[in-house]
């Protein structure tokens, strides 16, 4: 079956630092690829996303690449501000039914 | 763009008291609908599938009794927590996938989530 690994938090940073946050995948065809964010009591917001191989997402400085050889779709932000302070979740998406697997969610806390 | 409104945000309630929870999208029609739960600091659990006209399909371990779904147009879902209890308090957090949008795109519209304690 279908499963997302997230590296565990939180994750804490100072403003202006580099942030990776790391997603792995297991899935049976060609999934599409998901980063949704989720700030304190709201649901989720679509961050970005890839829908094949090597195709880069990108979003308010956030930017991931589907890589299929090592089944990875990694976070990435050059330079984190307080306001990305958030849960962000990995998801994939197979066929047509539309159900999304979630991984368990990292929360980021970016301090002064 | 694609919006999902759910009602109330927040609700506190008596223990073995009903509460219903709604869904709507706003400006597009949604065939299909999703109902999730989330505890505290962890993911999203996937409860059920909500689609209109027909039964909802709910995921190995939930109670259909207790949860029960209702989608009776293409813009509305609601949710009713039955005779809940303080286990049952947790953040509910509806989708909705606009068939028009194609699922590589946005694969669901996400509400707002309603926080639930049960007293």
């Known amino acids: 079956g279908n499963s997302v690994t997230q590296m565990e938090g939180p994750v804490t940073l100072s403003e202006e630092a580099f942030l990776t946050i790391n997603c792995t995948y297991t899935?049976?065809?060609?999934?599409?690829l998901f980063w949704y964010v989720q700030y304190p009591g709201e649901g989720l917001q679509l961050l970005l996303k890839a829908t094949k191989a090597d195709d880069k997402g990108s979003n308010k400085g956030f930017e991931a690449t589907y890589r299929k050889e090592t089944t990875s779709f990694h976070l990435e932000k050059g330079s984190v501000q307080v306001s990305d302070s958030a849960v962000y979740f990995c998801a994939l998406l197979t066929g047509t039914a539309s159900k999304l697997t979630f991984g368990t969610g990292t929360r980021l806390q970016v301090t002064l | 763009g694609a919006v999902v409104s759910q009602h109330p945000s927040w609700v506190i309630c008596k223990s073995g008291t009903s509460v219903k929870i709604e869904c709507r999208s706003l400006?597009?029609?949604?065939?299909?609908m999703f109902w999730y739960r989330q505890f505290p600091k962890q993911s999203l659990m996937l409860m059920a599938t909500?689609?209109?006209?027909?039964?909802?399909?709910?995921e190995q371990g939930v109670e259909k009794d207790k949860f029960l779904i209702n989608h009776a147009s293409l813009t509305l879902s609601t949710l009713t927590v039955t005779s809940a209890h303080p286990e049952d308090s947790s953040f509910y957090i509806c989708?909705?996938?606009?068939?028009?949008?194609?699922?590589?795109?946005?694969?669901?519209?996400f509400g707002d989530g309603t926080r639930l304690s049960i007293l």
């Open positions: 909500s689609n209109e006209g027909s039964k909802a399909t709910y």
């Open positions: 899935a049976t065809g060609y999934p599409s």
């Open positions: 989708s909705a996938r606009d068939p028009a949008a194609g699922n590589s795109n946005q694969p669901q519209h």
């Open positions: 400006d597009f029609q949604a065939t299909t």
